[in-house]
C-alpha cells in the first residue's frame, strides 16, 4: 500500500497531536500514512524552502500553522472566495506542480462551534488576534450569526487590515477595533483567544478573569495544553467553553479529507485521539 506523506511546517510545534490524528484517521480509513513535523529554523532553512522541498520530495500536502499561514498564501492557488478574502491557509494540497490552499480552520470553527453550542448565535465577540487563525475565526464567527465584532490585536495594523476586508467582502457585518483587551471586552457576550498566549513554551492568558464577568462563551484556539490559563478561569468564572482541541479536531478532520478524498468518522476519531491511539 503507498504511503500518503504529510507534514505540518510551524514554529513550537514539538507537542502538535496532528501526527497522531492523520495516521489514526488513515488507520480507520486503510490508509498508511507518515506525518512529519518541519519546523524551518531547525531545518535551518526558510519558510519558502521548506515548501518547496517537500513539493519536489513527493508530499502529499501540508498543514501550515502558526506563523506561517497568511504567508503561504503567496505560493497558492485558492479557488474559494472566502479563503482567498481570509487571506491565510493552514491547508496545502500538492497535485503536480500546482499547490492548492485550503482553511479548514474556517471550515473547522464552523462544525466545532454548532457542535458545542447548536444554532446559539455568538452575540458580540471579543476577538483577541488577527493574524492566520484569528482571520478565519473572524469570517467564521460572520457566518454564524455573530451580531458584532470586537478585534483586539498587539500589532494594531492587523486589526484594522482585517476589519476593512471584512467590512469590503461581508457588508452586513459589525466590526469593530478595540485599542486594549479590555475595550474589547467591554460589553461582549464572547472571549476569544486566537493568538499563542497560554500554549506550551509560551504561557500567560490575556482574558484577566474581571474580565470574563457577566460573559455567555469563551474559546481558546490553544490546544496544547487543552485547559489554558483562559480556559480555566473562564470554567472558574461559570462560562461555557470551548477548547482548541475541538477546532484541532475538526479542522483535521476537514484537513484529511482535502488529502485523501476519504471521510472519517469524527466519532471513532476522537475515540481513538482520547486513548492515544490504543
Known amino acids: ?4 506523506r504529510l507534514g505540518l511546517i510551524g ?15 488513515g488507520r480507520l480509513c486503510g490508509l498508511s500514512l507518515a506525518y512529519d513535523l518541519l519546523q524551518p529554523a531547525e531545518l535551518g532553512l526558510a519558510f519558502e524552502e521548506v515548501l518547496r522541498q517537500c513539493q519536489r520530495s513527493g508530499y502529499r500536502g501540508l498543514n501550515i500553522t502558526y506563523p506561517y499561514k497568511e504567508r503561504v498564501v503567496a505560493y497558492l492557488e485558492i479557488d474559494d472566495p ?27 470553527f464552523l462544525a466545532a462551534y454548532r457542535n458545542c453550542f447548536g444554532d446559539a448565535p455568538p452575540g458580540c465577540v471579543a476577538l483577541a488576534g ?13 457566518r454564524l450569526g455573530a451580531g458584532e465584532l470586537r478585534l483586539f490585536d498587539v500589532e494594531i495594523q492587523k486589526s484594522v487590515a482585517l476589519a476593512e476586508t471584512m467590512r469590503a467582502v461581508l457588508r452586513h457585518a ?27 513554551g509560551v504561557g500567560g492568558c490575556l482574558f484577566q478573569p474581571g ?7 469563551a474559546f481558546d484556539a490553544v490546544y496544547t495544553p ?6 480555566l478561569a473562564a470554567r472558574a468564572a461559570g462560562l461555557s467553553t470551548m477548547s482548541g482541541y475541538e477546532l484541532f479536531l475538526y479542522q483535521g478532520i ?5 488529502f485523501t478524498g476519504r471521510d472519517v468518522a469524527e466519532r471513532p476519531l476522537r475515540e481513538l485521539l482520547k486513548s492515544g491511539g490504543r
Not at 11 to 25: E, F, G, R, T, W
Not at 136 to 142: E, G, N, P, W, Y
Not at 174 to 200: F, H, K, S
Open 211 to 217: 474580565l470574563m464577568d457577566a460573559r455567555r462563551w
Open 254 to 258: 476537514d484537513a484529511f479529507r482535502h
Open 11 to 25: 514554529d513550537n510545534i514539538a507537542a502538535s497531536q496532528a501526527p497522531l490524528l492523520h495516521k489514526l484517521a
Open 174 to 200: 459589525r466590526i469593530e477595533i478595540a485599542g486594549t483587551i479590555e475595550q474589547a471586552a467591554e460589553g461582549a457576550d464572547a472571549l476569544v483567544n486566537a493568538t499563542p498566549v497560554g500554549m506550551a
Open 1 to 4: 500500500m503507498p504511503v500518503v
Open 82 to 108: 472566502v479563503v482567498r478574502a481570509i487571506g491565510a491557509c493552514n491547508t496545502v494540497l500538492f497535485q503536480g506542480a500546482r499547490a492548492r490552499g485550503y482553511n479548514s480552520d474556517y471550515t473547522g
Open 130 to 142: 488577527a493574524g492566520g487563525v484569528g482571520r478565519a475565526i473572524a469570517f467564521a464567527l460572520v
Open 226 to 231: 487543552v485547559d489554558t490559563p483562559f480556559m
